[in-house]
């Protein structure tokens, strides 16, 4: 299933009241200071994703923009001020992002978290961390291989988010069958340039 590229700079009007700004800006899943948007179309579930065309939107930062954390990213990149917020596990895999199925970007912030203030890891949450400090803790195991149960990836970050990858399938959080899907475990105080956006979740 392709996604479809919007070059944002060449849409937005550059007047600021003006009523098309407002109409384009509530369509849009991305922020002002996102560069582009890529749309991936799904079967709208309910009216209100319908309403928004149903989609998971990819927005990337501005070349002239640095990364952000994940804690950054929803107010930064996604049209966070219009209703859209990072996607929460939970649609990203309902979009087919498993194993075999739809292929998403690499490295996106999802709204989940695995592991905070230096807990034990859970499953993923349907939220972002609810801190993004740069500090470590103690190492844990937090992502393991598909199928397989094999250990992948252990970190020592205080705070772990999760990110997108266009062709690892991993389980994230604990070892079961019901946390895989093509993501990985990545520290929420990273800096990254890109986040998946959903309307109103």
Do not use: F
Not at 3 to 32: D, F, Y
Not at 119 to 126: F, I, K, R, Y
């Amino acid at each position: 299933m392709p996604w479809h590229v919007i070059p944002l700079a060449s849409m937005r009007p550059r007047l600021a009241g003006n009523l098309v700004a407002t109409v384009l800006s509530g369509l849009l899943g991305c922020g002002a200071r996102s560069a582009l948007e890529q749309h991936v179309p799904c079967t709208p579930t309910t009216a209100q994703e319908a309403g928004k065309l149903g989609l998971m939107v990819l927005c990337e930062a501005d070349p002239d923009r640095p990364p952000v954390t994940q804690c950054e990213a929803e107010g930064s990149l996604c049209n966070e001020r219009v209703g859209w917020r990072l996607c929460p596990a939970r649609t990203y895999v309902a979009y087919g992002t498993q194993a075999g199925a739809l292929s998403p970007p690499q490295g996106a912030w999802i709204g989940a978290c695995v592991r905070w203030s230096g807990g034990a890891p859970q499953a993923p949450t349907e939220a972002r961390c609810p801190s993004c400090a740069p500090e470590q803790s103690t190492s844990t195991d937090v992502a393991w291989n598909c199928g397989t149960g094999g250990l992948a990836h252990t970190s020592v970050w205080r705070d772990i988010g999760i990110v997108s990858h266009d062709t690892q399938c991993r389980r994230v959080g604990v070892d079961h069958v019901s946390t895989e899907g093509l993501w990985m475990a990545a520290g929420a105080s990273k800096k990254r340039r890109r986040a998946l956006c959903c309307w109103n979740q």
